[in-house]
């Protein structure tokens, strides 16, 4: 059974500070892994997907990056808009098996 | 309308009751799915629509009985909840090719109350 792990729980970050999210993984074949942004009652809103070991996208103060047992999720000196939980998922078949999601608290 | 819409955003019922919750998509996907996210628990997947064949049920009580007409709409209908059924439950669609989905993307949820 495909499982996502996602440390820390929480994590409160003064303005410009940066720091990463983990997102660790146990699947029988990867064939995606998804970051997720989630705002307090809304739905997930879609941010990168990496498909192979070594690949790295960005996205203004985020980058993402993949090896084959976990990725992470880099917040380069983050702005309080960047406060949100934020969702891993990898992707088998149909199924996306999401982790329990970060939230980060970014503070002026 | 753009993206992925689901109405009501709000739902309060009693456990007698029965509702839907409606979901409709605007990305000309051909694949649904419908996602139960309670609180501090990561999302669950419950049921996949591909095609408007129904490919998964997780699982999930017969109380939830899931409706795909089209590939542009989804439905979910309650009857007989539980209170541990209160949750935000969210829609999403993507696009499958040959067996392997593309991004899945979300609607905005429905907060689901039972009393």
């Known amino acids: 059974e495909d499982q996502v792990t996602q440390s820390p729980e929480a994590l409160r970050l003064q303005e410009g500070e940066s720091s990463s999210l983990n997102c660790s993984y146990t699947?029988?074949?990867?064939?995606?892994l998804f970051w997720y942004r989630q705002d307090p009652g809304k739905g997930p809103e879609f941010l990168f997907t990496?498909?192979?070991a070594g690949e790295e996208k960005e996205k203004e103060r985020l980058k993402a990056t993949l090896t084959k047992k976990e990725s992470f999720l880099h917040i380069t000196a983050p702005k309080p808009e960047d406060s949100a939980t934020y969702l891993c998922a990898v992707y088998n078949d149909y199924k996306l098996s999401f982790g329990a999601g970060t939230t980060v608290t970014v503070r002026a | 309308e753009t993206g992925v819409t689901q109405t009501p955003r709000h739902l309060v019922m009693g456990m007698t009751n029965k509702k839907s919750l409606k979901c409709e998509q605007h990305?000309?996907?051909?694949?649904m799915y419908w996602y139960k996210q309670s609180a501090k628990k990561p999302l669950e997947l419950m049921f996949v629509y591909s095609l408007e064949e129904r490919v998964e049920n997780n699982s999930v009580p017969s109380r939830f009985s899931p409706e795909c007409p089209n590939s542009s709409h989804l439905f979910l209908h309650l009857h007989t909840l539980q209170p541990e059924d209160s949750a935000l439950y969210l829609c999403?669609?993507?696009?499958?090719?040959?067996?392997?989905?593309?991004?899945?993307?979300f609607g905005p949820g429905t907060r689901l109350t039972v009393l």
């Open positions: 990496l498909y192979s």
């Open positions: 999403a669609s993507s696009q499958v090719t040959q067996g392997k989905s593309d991004t899945q993307y």
């Open positions: 990305l000309g996907h051909n694949a």
């Open positions: 699947v029988s074949g990867l064939r995606g």
